[in-house]
């Protein structure tokens, strides 16, 4: 099954960033944009994983992701990868540096290594994507996203199926950040 590892954004900061692709749709074609309940801060991508890791996965994110307290951003601006003024593949919105997260995904990173796991190459950014660019876009007029202060109490463990219609993301295991 293909799985990753998510930090889990809050009800109302999933609301206020539909609206925002909303507004996006209407001065950018060309970019299948993601659904509410699927927008979330990807920590560690895992691929395609056998059913018989699964309980150490599961394990080790509870392990890990229990010793930290909620996790507080800020939204930032929209961005790209690989780079928004050119050619972008993901339009994204950015958040605050938050430096537990970056830890806790370090931390992740290297126990999953240990599981057999791939090391990525790339710095770890936290990011929230909003959509995929299927074609070449012109992100010159768009709105500002109003900045928004949230926390992030969980940590989830996110089977991905996909279908003709799009990928389906399933939780399979939900950790709470400590109180």
């Known amino acids: 099954m293909r799985l990753f590892i998510a930090a889990l954004l809050p009800e109302e900061i999933r609301k206020q960033l539909t609206n925002y692709i909303d507004s996006l749709k209407h001065n950018i074609e060309g970019v299948k944009w993601e659904k509410s309940e699927k927008l979330h801060v990807t ?39 690989p780079n928004l003024k050119k050619k972008p593949r ?14 806790l995904a370090y931390e992740l990173e290297e126990q999953l290594a240990g599981l057999g796991f791939e090391k990525e190459n790339r710095k770890f950014v936290p990011h929230i994507t909003l959509g995929r660019v299927k074609k070449k876009i012109n992100i010159e007029d768009r709105p500002r996203i109003v900045q928004s202060s949230f ?22 295991k939900i950790v709470e950040l400590k109180k």
């Open 43 to 81: 920590l560690k991508f895992l691929g395609d994983v056998e059913e018989s890791m699964l309980d150490d996965i599961a394990n080790l994110i509870q392990e890990r992701a229990s010793e930290y307290s909620p996790f507080s951003f800020n939204l930032t601006e929209l961005g790209g990868f």
């Open 90 to 103: 993901i339009l994204y919105i950015g958040l605050s540096n938050n430096t537990q997260l970056a830890k």
């Open 151 to 172: 926390q992030i109490n969980q940590i989830g463990l996110i089977k991905s199926e996909l279908r003709p219609s799009g990928s389906v993301y399933t939780p399979v």
